[in-house]
């Protein structure tokens, strides 16, 4: 097979874009892609100062990577859970990238904050991972607000966007739905958020870290659920197997027609944030945020 675009040996060939390509013409084929990713849904500028979630999985550091190369002006956040046997090795890769490409990061200890995931698993005595996810939601939000960012941008492709669309229709879960998108604007004591990777499926990037030759971070968190969202991302490749582009259609469909539907009726109906009296941190419950409420229940240990 050859190159679509200068007819040389092709090394990447994709079904859904009717192409094949090169490793050099597959670079710019993702470049060409993030930028519409981000000129189309007007994620932010090259005067923005963007900081860039570093999990050290291979999405996260193939979008600094690409965004950097496009000039914008980034700085990578990693934080570290502290949970044995994954997270030192997690933190290694990201710092290992970071000093590789000459590239600003900023850490974050869980540890030295005094919410290490372990303790926390071990207070609440129920799955970890949704306290987890609050934990680093907190924290990226908070760094993005305490250090001037213009926007927080993480790691999520096209697959993992497909997937969580694909759960909350199944679930009709109209709140998900009204402020689901690669563009979250910055309000109520919430930092903007932004997805430029949505364009890209989980092989395209992955095809484009291989060809960057970044490091990957093979050890995964032990705590990991095998989440239900692998069903549903297999359901998807079935159906974009079957017919190549329906995945992104599926995607682009909703942002077009459905979530300005689901956000209309958000806004009528209105939920009413106010900031944690602890932290300051946005929370509609009028009381502690979540991640001030498990500080709590480690302290009364
Ligand atoms: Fe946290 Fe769960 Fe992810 Fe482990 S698998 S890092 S506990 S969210
Ligand atoms: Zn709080």
Same mark, same amino acid.
């Given at each position: 097979?050859?190159? %679509?675009?200068?007819?040389?040996?092709?090394?990447?060939?994709?079904? =859904? @874009?009717?192409?094949?390509?090169?490793?050099?013409?597959? %670079?710019?084929?993702?470049?060409?892609?993030?930028?519409?990713?981000?000129?189309?849904?007007?994620?932010?500028?090259?005067?923005?100062?963007?900081?860039?979630?570093?999990?050290?999985?291979?999405?996260?550091?193939?979008?600094?990577?690409? *965004?950097?190369?496009?000039?914008?002006?980034?700085?990578?956040?990693?934080?570290?859970?502290?949970?044995?046997?994954?997270?030192?090795?997690?933190?290694?890769?990201?710092?290992?990238?970071?000093?590789? @490409?000459?590239?600003? *990061?900023?850490? &974050?200890?869980?540890?030295?904050?005094?919410?290490?995931?372990?303790?926390?698993?071990?207070?609440?005595?129920?799955?970890?991972?949704?306290?987890?996810? %609050?934990?680093?939601?907190?924290?990226?939000? %908070?760094?993005?607000?305490?250090?001037?960012?213009?926007?927080?941008?993480?790691? @999520?492709?096209?697959?993992?966007?497909?997937?969580?669309?694909?759960?909350?229709?199944?679930?009709?879960?109209?709140?998900?739905?009204?402020?689901?998108?690669? *563009?979250?604007?910055?309000?109520?004591?919430?930092?903007?958020?932004?997805?430029?990777?949505?364009?890209?499926?989980?092989?395209?990037?992955?095809?484009?870290?291989?060809?960057?030759?970044?490091?990957?971070?093979?050890?995964?968190?032990?705590? =990991?659920?095998?989440? =239900?969202?692998?069903?549903? &991302?297999?359901?998807?490749?079935?159906?974009?197997?079957?017919?190549?582009?329906?995945?992104?259609?599926?995607?682009?469909?909703?942002?077009?027609?459905?979530?300005?539907?689901?956000?209309?009726?958000?806004?009528?109906?209105?939920?009413?944030?106010?900031?944690?009296?602890?932290?300051?941190?946005?929370? =509609?419950?009028?009381?502690?945020?979540?991640?001030?409420?498990?500080?709590?229940?480690?302290?009364?240990?």
């Amino acid at each position: 097979m050859k190159c %679509k675009i200068c007819k040389a040996p092709a090394a990447v060939a994709l079904k =859904s @874009h009717n192409a094949a390509f090169c490793p050099d013409c597959y %670079k710019d084929f993702f470049a060409r892609q993030v930028a519409r990713g981000i000129e189309g849904q007007k994620l932010f500028t090259r005067d923005e100062r963007i900081l860039v979630a570093l999990s050290g999985g291979k999405d996260s550091l193939a979008l600094m990577l690409e *965004l950097a190369r496009q000039d914008y002006n980034v700085t990578g956040l990693h934080i570290d859970l502290a949970i044995p046997g994954s997270s030192a090795a997690a933190r290694g890769v990201v710092e290992r990238f970071c000093a590789k @490409h000459g590239l600003k *990061l900023l850490i &974050k200890d869980m540890a030295a904050e005094g919410l290490p995931i372990p303790a926390v698993k071990e207070r609440l005595h129920r799955p970890i991972c949704s306290a987890c996810g %609050k934990i680093k939601r907190h924290f990226f939000n %908070k760094v993005a607000l305490d250090e001037g960012f213009d926007a927080l941008a993480t790691g @999520h492709n096209l697959d993992d966007e497909a997937a969580r669309l694909f759960s909350n229709t199944l679930r009709w879960d109209t709140a998900y739905l009204s402020d689901q998108g690669p *563009l979250l604007p910055g309000e109520h004591g919430f930092a903007r958020k932004v997805k430029p990777l949505w364009r890209l499926t989980e092989f395209e990037t992955a095809n484009y870290a291989f060809l960057m030759g970044i490091e990957n971070h093979y050890a995964p968190c032990p705590y =990991s659920p095998g989440a =239900s969202f692998t069903v549903l &991302k297999g359901l998807l490749q079935r159906l974009e197997t079957a017919m190549p582009g329906r995945k992104l259609d599926f995607y682009q469909g909703f942002l077009a027609r459905g979530r300005p539907v689901f956000a209309r009726r958000e806004a009528e109906e209105g939920v009413e944030l106010a900031p944690c009296p602890q932290c300051g941190y946005p929370t =509609s419950s009028g009381d502690l945020c979540g991640v001030c409420r498990i500080r709590e229940a480690l302290r009364g240990e």
